[in-house]
Every structure is written in structure tokens, then in C-alpha cells.
């Protein structure tokens, strides 16, 4: 009998072709479209897939046959955990796929901000040539020191790939690493105040929690260099925006690249679109063709571990 697996995400056709393409036998796949609702689509699914939609005691109670859920990630603060436990539905996360993309993508918005890339895009689309006018304000990564707040998987990736531009690395986590680990990534662990104050580039990499929502507030900010940036492609909420803001209105901190935000769209009116000092992208940092491919393999791995009597990878409830 064929299971259905509920794909909680409305995602357009090209995307829906990927992950089709990677769908095992016996199984099939709807995607929810834009104006369903998330508790009636899922009420018949054996499986749900998650990424961003809430998944609440409601949906779960409604899903009567429900054996998995399934997030494609691994930032899982959307999902109601205990509900799923009193209802026995087990919750896996996903973090193949996840951290090549992300730890690249810090690259990508560290560089872009030290070389004025959006800037000397868009003057040259004005007809102008900024060949001089930018260099003052241009810099390099190499011999700089970069922080890292939370050293899992990705902080992990983003330190490995940094081991090439010449940097220091520091990096502060509630859990220290062994010292072989240390060793072979480069890092130095240090107290999370040292690191705000010796860090040219502070870089997010926890996870959403009680303990850490707001973390980024205007005493955090205020430890920073002015001269230091913020990059966050971690969660939206680690970061009091409104503080955040704030301190890159008044010189407080350089500037910030930020792939996530507390409020996913960003609204149209959020003053920080206006900021010429923050370099922004809609929580894209996973978000490749060959990550993705990568997800739907391991993520369709544990739904044919269920179907199949056996535990799946990565469970968390």
C-alpha cells in the first residue's frame, strides 16, 4: 500500500522536481500549496516533511495515522516537542546537507561586506566606476580575528573553511570541545566576553533556545569592536533586532550579514532594508540544489526506517 508524506513547505515546481526525483518506491508525495492549511493537509499523512511550517498539538491531533515528522534541518524550534511525545509520534532532524552550505555562506557574507560587493555591484549598474572611491573602506579577511559563537557541526565547517585566509579563530561554547579538537581545527577557546572584544568578525552558530533567544542584546552588541561585524545564519530569534538596529544606525558595531530574521518574511517596513551597512538574504544559506538532494536522501532514508520497524537517524523526540 502506498504511504503518503505530507511536504509541509508550499515550494515551487522546479524544487518540487528535486525532491521527487529522490523519492523512494511505495511512496507518494504532496506539496502543500500556499492557501492550505497546514492541520487539514496533514490530517490523512503517514509522514510529514518540515522546514519552517509550525507543527502544533492541533496538527498533530488531527493526523490520526502520523509515524513521523520529519524536519529537513536541524533548527527544529517550530516543532512542539512534548506534543509529539504525548502522542508518541517520534521527530527527526536532518543535519546532512545542512552544514557545507551554511559554512559557505558565511564566507560569502563576511567577503561581502569587507569588499563592498553590493556597493560596487550596484554603481557600476548606475554607470559609475568606483575603481578609487571604494578602497578606503575595503578590507581583507587575512589577519583578522573571527569568533565563533557555538562550535557544533557548523561551526565546525565554518572554521575549517577560514583555515585558508589566514585568520585567528576563537570560538566560545557553553560545551568546550577536547583539545584535540582544538588542535585540529585551529580554534582557541575562550570566555564569550573576550571573544566580543578581541573579534573582527563574531559569527552566530547556536541553537534557538530558552537560554539563548535575545542573546544578541545592546550589552552583547556594546562588547563588540565598533569596527567589528556580526554575521548571523543561525536563527532570526538569537537577536534583539530592535538593539541590533540600533547600533548600526549609531556606528556601534561596523555592519552585519544576516540570513535570518525574528520575523520570517521579513516585513516590508523593517527599518534594517534601509541600513546601507547590512548585507541581507532570505534564509538561503542551506538553500542549494545540492544540499537539498543531499536532505531528501537522508531525510527519506528515516521514513523507510520507520516504514520498515527500525529507528530512524537523528531522532529527537
Known amino acids: 500500500m502506498t504511504q503518503r508524506i505530507a511536504y509541509m513547505e508550499p515550494v515551487p515546481p522546479d524544487v518540487q522536481e528535486i525532491i521527487r526525483s529522490r523519492?523512494?518506491?511505495?511512496?507518494?508525495?504532496?506539496?502543500?500549496?500556499?492557501?492550505?492549511a497546514p492541520v487539514a493537509f496533514a490530517r490523512d499523512a503517514d509522514f510529514v516533511m518540515v522546514a519552517t511550517t509550525r507543527i502544533d498539538d492541533s496538527l498533530l491531533q488531527a493526523a490520526t495515522q502520523l509515524r513521523l515528522v520529519q524536519?529537513?534541518?536541524?533548527g527544529y524550534d517550530n516543532i512542539d516537542l512534548e506534543a509529539a511525545r504525548s502522542r508518541g509520534v517520534p521527530v527527526a532532524i536532518c543535519p546532512e546537507g545542512t552544514s557545507v552550505g551554511v559554512a559557505e555562506h558565511v564566507i560569502l557574507l563576511i567577503l561581502s561586506i569587507y569588499r563592498r560587493l553590493l556597493e560596487a555591484d550596484a554603481s557600476i549598474r548606475r554607470g559609475e566606476w568606483l575603481q578609487w572611491e571604494l578602497r578606503p573602506t575595503s578590507l581583507e579577511l587575512a589577519g583578522k580575528t573571527v569568533g565563533l559563537v557555538g562550535f557544533g557541526r557548523i561551526g565546525r565547517e565554518v572554521a575549517q573553511r577560514l583555515r585558508g585566509f589566514d585568520v585567528d579563530v576563537l570560538y566560545y561554547d557553553p560545551f568546550r570541545a577536547d583539545v584535540s579538537v582544538e588542535e585540529a581545527f585551529g580554534v582557541r577557546f575562550v570566555s564569550l566576553d573576550a571573544l566580543l572584544a578581541e573579534s573582527d568578525i563574531v559569527s552566530l552558530h547556536l541553537p534557538l533556545s530558552a537560554e539563548t533567544r535575545g542573546l544578541v542584546d545592546a550589552e552583547f552588541l556594546a562588547g563588540m569592536k565598533q569596527s567589528a561585524i556580526l554575521i548571523n545564519t543561525a536563527r532570526g530569534g538569537l537577536v534583539d533586532q530592535t538593539a541590533l538596529i540600533d547600533a548600526l544606525r549609531n556606528g556601534v558595531i561596523a555592519a552585519a550579514g544576516l540570513d535570518v530574521f525574528a520575523t520570517e518574511p521579513l516585513p516590508p517596513d523593517s527599518p534594517i532594508r534601509a541600513l546601507p551597512n547590512a548585507v541581507l538574504t532570505p534564509h538561503i544559506a542551506a538553500g542549494t540544489a545540492d544540499a537539498l538532494r543531499t536532505k531528501m536522501d537522508a531525510c527519506f532514508a528515516n521514513i523507510v526506517a520507520i516504514s520498515s520497524g527500525r529507528e530512524p537517524a537523528n531522532r529527537i523526540a
Do not use: K
Open 23 to 36: 523519492l523512494p518506491d511505495g511512496y507518494e508525495i504532496d506539496f502543500r500549496p500556499s492557501d492550505a
Open 71 to 74: 524536519h529537513q534541518g536541524v
